[in-house]
Antibody, heavy 115, light 108 residues
Framework: QVQLVESGGGVVQPGTSLRLSCEAS????????MHWVRQAPGKGLEWVTV????????SYADSVKGRFTISRDNSKNTLYLQMNSLRTEDTAVYYC????????WGQGTLVSVSS | EIVLTQSPGTLSLSPGERATLSCMAS???????LAWYQQKPGQPPRLLIY???SRATGVPDRFDGRGSGTDFTLTISRLEPEDFAVYYC?????????FGQGTKVEIK
């Protein structure tokens, strides 16, 4: 069974940084593009960023471009999201996700940006 | 960029009634990449339908997904108390994923 487990969330102040991780198992991680999706409290779902299977291609939502960096370590089956210059509006539950005949998501990790 | 528009925004119905939710894409999309999710307060989204019409594991057969091209529909044949929730459609093809804004199914 495909499993995605996010970690690294927490409470941080505006302007600071945080790195999220997503450990993948039960599928060939190095063969699939990986995404981060987020959901702010009481709001809808927002796609954040994607990285290709080999890490060579990345795309970002305009809301995070220039502040967030997606990366992956295929030897560790792990996806990362480096979040810099965090803003209060980045407060959300962050999910990692992929598509393998159908979409798979993790359970999410909460990032709270507050002074 | 594909935009998904869900309607209605809110659906007020009674248990036992039929719910019909719409998801319209701004351009034709492959049905393979159209999914529906259910979300209850405090919980992560739960996959209901993938490939526009395939039920995910454990999803009751009262949930039915149909459609192609730009028009997709999720029908709940007879609402159970546990079905009152927010429903999202998702296009997960290509490099960018796109979500609809959600339809809230509430108890009338």
């Amino acid at each position: 069974q495909v499993q995605l487990v996010e970690s690294g969330g927490g409470v941080v102040q505006p302007g600071t940084s945080l790195r999220l991780s997503c450990e993948a198992s039960a599928f060939t991680f190095s063969s699939y593009a990986m995404h981060w999706v987020r959901q702010a409290p009481g709001k809808g779902l927002e796609w954040v960023t994607v990285i290709s299977f080999d890490g060579g291609t990345k795309s970002y939502a305009d809301s995070v471009k220039g502040r967030f960096t997606i990366s992956r370590d295929n030897s560790k089956n792990t996806l990362y999201l480096q979040m810099n210059s965090l803003r209060t509006e980045d407060t959300a539950v962050y999910y990692c996700a992929t598509f393998i005949s159908n979409p798979y998501w993790g359970q999410g990790t909460l990032v709270s940006v507050s002074s | 960029e594909i935009v998904l528009t869900q309607s209605p925004g809110t659906l007020s119905l009674s248990p036992g009634e039929r719910a019909t939710l719409s998801c319209m894409a701004s351009q034709s999309v492959s049905s393979i990449y159209l999914a529906w999710y259910q979300q209850k307060p405090g919980q992560p989204p739960r996959l209901l339908i993938y490939g526009a019409s395939s039920r995910a594991t454990g999803v009751p057969d009262r949930f039915d997904g149909r459609g192609s091209g730009t028009d997709f529909t999720l029908t709940i044949s007879r609402l159970e108390p546990e079905d009152f929730a927010v429903y999202y459609c998702l296009h997960c093809g290509g490099s960018l994923w796109t979500f609809g804004q959600g339809t809230k199914v509430e108890i009338k």
